[in-house]
Structures are given as C-alpha cells and as structure tokens.
T-cell receptor, first 112, second 113 residues
Framework: SQKIEQNSEALNIQEGKTATLTCNYT??????LQWYRQDPGRGPVFLLL?????KEKRKERLKVTFDTTLKQSLFHITASQPADSATYLC???????????FGGGTRLMVKP | EAGVAQSPRYKIIEKRQSVAFWCNPI?????LYWYQQILGQGPKLLIQ????????DSQLPKDRFSAERLKGVDSTLKIQPAKLEDSAVYLC???????????FGPGTRLTVT
C-alpha cells in the first residue's frame, strides 16, 4: 500500500544549526512534492514545491532535495532560529490535478 | 489579498447531531479542498472541487458527510449524524489550479461528545 513516512519524534536542535527533516515514501511515483509548515491552531502554510525532474530547490534559508531513486525528500533549514519551531509536513501529488497526500509531519524545536 | 476564511472556528456537539462548516476561498481560486486533520496526523483530503464540480471525493464518508460548492465560490461541509471519531480539525484550502500550492484556512476544531 502507499505510504508516506515522516519521523514522528520531535527533532530538537540548537539555534544556528541546520535542521534536516526526512520524508520517505513507498508505492508512489509522485510528480510533485511539497513542504508545508504548520503552527499550533493554524492551517498549514506552503513553503516549497519540487518536481520529479528537479533534484534540489532553494528559498532563502530553506533547501529541499528530491531523490526519486531513494524515494526520499530532505528538507533543510540552515541557521535555524527559535521562530522556525513548528510542525513540517511533506505532501505528494501523483500528477497535476490529483489529490495531495500528506505525511504525518515532524515537529521541530529550535532552542536558543 | 485576503486569505481563506472559515467559520465557525470551534464547535462542540453531541454524537448523532448534525453540524455544518463554511469556507470562503481566496478570490479567483478555482480549486477548493476540504481536509480532515486528526490530532497528531497530517491532513487527509475529503473532497476536491474544481469550480462547482467534484474532482475527487473518494475519501469522503458519503453516508454521513456531504459537501457543496454553489456558484463555484463558497463551500459548505456537513456531517449528519456525527460520530465520536469525527472529532478533528476540518481545514479548507484553495488553489489557482490543481498541482499548484494550496492555501489553507485556520480550520474548524470539532469536538463530538
């Protein structure tokens, strides 16, 4: 069956370090992969979208990689700040127009 | 630009009662989505509209859930009758087109007792 796995345990890091979050999937051939941020009591906020033919995408302190051979995406936040503390969700879309399927999310805690 | 609006923000009902949620998407967004998010899990798509037509409702429990999007703008999601396991946050999202980033509302937290 199709599965999207994100580390359910919280990731605790020190301010200034690089946070790396993992999204693994099985039995999918996604055309797109998206990352969202969700704060408590709020809806998810879109961060980055990467296509299957793209290896890497960057936006300010954020970087996403997409390895369709390993069936894995890595999400990096460099020079992390306490304000980056939130839950980060990855989501896959098989093709444009298909439903977006979300992973369970990983909670990131950045300590000052 | 105004974001996605949802109401109410919170709702507490007893099991077997009915409840309705309302969503107003970002102006001009043709695609509207309803998600259910159970505590500690990622959002799960219930239904996707393209204008006022249904694109995907394969995960909507149609025996108790219904949704409509009249005139291709606002949308309502209804649960009748509610069960304890329906306790969750119901999120509405919209996008320009399928395959583009989705913009989420704040959600409605439903508690069924």
């Amino acid at each position: 069956s199709q599965k999207i796995e994100q580390n359910s345990e919280a990731l605790n890091i020190q301010e200034g370090k690089t946070a790396t979050l993992t999204c693994n999937y099985t039995n999918y051939s996604p055309a797109y992969l998206q990352w969202y941020r969700q704060d408590p009591g709020r809806g998810p906020v879109f961060l980055l979208l990467i296509r299957e033919n793209e290896k890497e995408k960057r936006k300010e302190r954020l970087k996403v990689t997409f390895d369709t051979t390993l069936k894995q995406s890595l999400f990096h936040i460099t020079a992390s700040q306490p304000a980056d503390s939130a839950t980060y969700l990855c989501a896959l879309e098989a093709n444009a127009g298909n439903m977006l399927t979300f992973g369970g999310g990983t909670r990131l805690m950045v300590k000052p | 630009e105004a974001g996605v609006a949802q109401s109410p923000r919170y709702k507490i009902i007893e099991k077997r009662q009915s409840v309705a949620f309302w969503c107003n998407p970002i102006s001009g967004h043709a695609t509207l989505y309803w998600y259910q998010q159970i505590l500690g899990q990622g959002p799960k798509l219930l239904i996707q509209f393209q204008n006022n037509g249904v694109v995907d409702d394969s995960q909507l429990p149609k025996d108790r859930f219904s949704a409509e999007r009249l005139k291709g703008v606002d949308s309502t999601l209804k649960i009748q009758p509610a069960k304890l396991e329906d306790s969750a946050v119901y999120l509405c999202a919209s996008s320009n087109d399928p395959g583009t980033p989705e913009y989420f509302g704040p959600g409605t937290r439903l508690t069924v007792t």
